[in-house]
């Protein structure tokens, strides 16, 4: 059967024009969903990183949260024995070096050290074969909430009161009791004190990843570092803001920090999407090798002042969990590391911040 409209007839040409025009058409209204642009009310990470913005005000060049830092340097030394559940390299007996970085959270470069309870340790683990894993932890057992548009709104209701400068305690105690699932944090930020050092501290990973080995078997797992130093009673330094690197420096002057990897095994029907929840304590656990410390430097200046400590940059033999948090964090962290390395590029007398980009 002949075909009516000649392939190169005005009729044709406009009929494929209009398909084009209406699959870019899709496109861009996708699109505009998916930045936030059609929908004013939907969380973005714009929208995530700009609160962090209003609570604490913008630090040009700075993370938008936990902006006081210092870099460290080092290596870790697996024992073989996470090998039987991931294939990751990093876990092959033998080291993989290790840039890391210690923290207090907010987005205030010049918080006082004691201003928190919190401490947070990152890292980059890169391994011989140009894989890296980077992981994100903080010295509290539980995250607060469960999702992502749960934290913003924690975010919101602590965000300061212009009359006071201080958070309204009625808009904080409503979120808190729309938030039942917050009541594991609450217990614990009861008893928590700023400690006087990083060295001390263990660091939990929160949320649920998973461990795949050689054959494709997957096993949900979490982490944290637990410390060699336990003098964790030592007193913080009354009316100095910035002692946490200062003991960190005095420490490495003794010699190199260590930590032990203690990977926890979830037994079935443990909850991996919800990081307000702890495993029960009879999971069994496997020190998987010892993260050794030897360095530190500013951040300004040192090695992990560029790098994004994005969660979801994982290795062959590790994969992310349905955690909600977890694409939340890298979509925010992603946003935050656009900005800050935007400003730099612009702050008088700066380095050009370097080229990585998320991975």
């Not at 010295?139 to 934290?151: D, K, R, W």
């Not at 409503?174 to 614990?188: G, I, K, L, M, S």
């Not at 020190?287 to 994004?308: F, K, M, Y």
Request: charged share 20%; glycine share 8%.
């Amino acid at each position: 059967m002949h075909d009516p409209v000649p392939p190169d007839s005005p009729a044709r040409r406009i009929g494929s024009w209009a398909l084009i025009a209406a699959a870019v058409g899709v496109a861009a209204v996708s699109f505009g969903y998916v930045g936030g642009w059609l929908a004013p009310q939907r969380l973005t990470p714009a929208r995530l990183v700009n609160q962090f913005q209003d609570n604490a005000g913008t630090f040009a060049g700075y993370r938008r949260n936990h902006a006081k830092g210092v870099c460290v340097t080092g290596y870790f030394d697996s024992n073989g024995r996470a090998q039987a559940y991931s294939m990751a390299q990093v876990f092959a007996p033998g080291r993989t070096p290790v840039v890391g970085r210690f923290a207090i959270p907010g987005s205030n470069p010049y918080a006082p050290d004691s201003s928190v309870p919190i401490r947070s340790m990152a890292l980059r683990f890169t391994q011989a074969n140009g894989q890296q894993w980077r992981t994100g932890m903080n010295s509290m057992p539980v995250f607060p909430v469960a999702t992502p548009q749960a934290f913003f709104a924690q975010l919101q209701a602590q965000q300061p009161d212009p009359a006071t400068g201080k958070p309204d305690p009625a808009k904080v105690a409503a979120f808190f009791a729309a938030h039942p699932e917050t009541a594991a944090f609450r217990a614990w930020a009861k008893t928590a004190k700023p400690s006087a050092s990083f060295a001390t501290e263990s660091y939990w990973g929160l949320n649920a990843f998973v461990f795949v080995d050689a054959n494709g078997k997957r096993q949900p797992v979490r982490w944290r570092m637990a410390p060699e130093a336990v003098d964790a009673g030592a007193a913080v330094k009354s009316g100095d803001a910035d002692y946490l690197a200062a003991d960190l420096d005095e420490r490495l002057a003794h010699g190199p920090l260590r930590w032990h990897l203690q990977v926890t095994l979830a037994n079935p029907g443990d909850p991996t999407n919800d990081a307000t929840k702890t495993w029960p304590d009879d999971r069994r656990t496997i020190d998987a090798g010892t993260l050794v410390l030897e360095r530190a430097e500013p951040q300004d200046s040192g090695p992990c002042r560029d790098i994004n400590y994005d969660p979801l940059v994982l290795p062959a033999g590790i994969a992310a969990s349905d955690d909600p948090l977890l694409p939340a964090r890298s979509a925010a962290y992603a946003d935050s590391y656009l900005r800050r390395t935007s400003e730099e590029a612009h702050l008088p007398g700066s380095a050009t911040p370097s080229a990585e980009t998320k991975r």
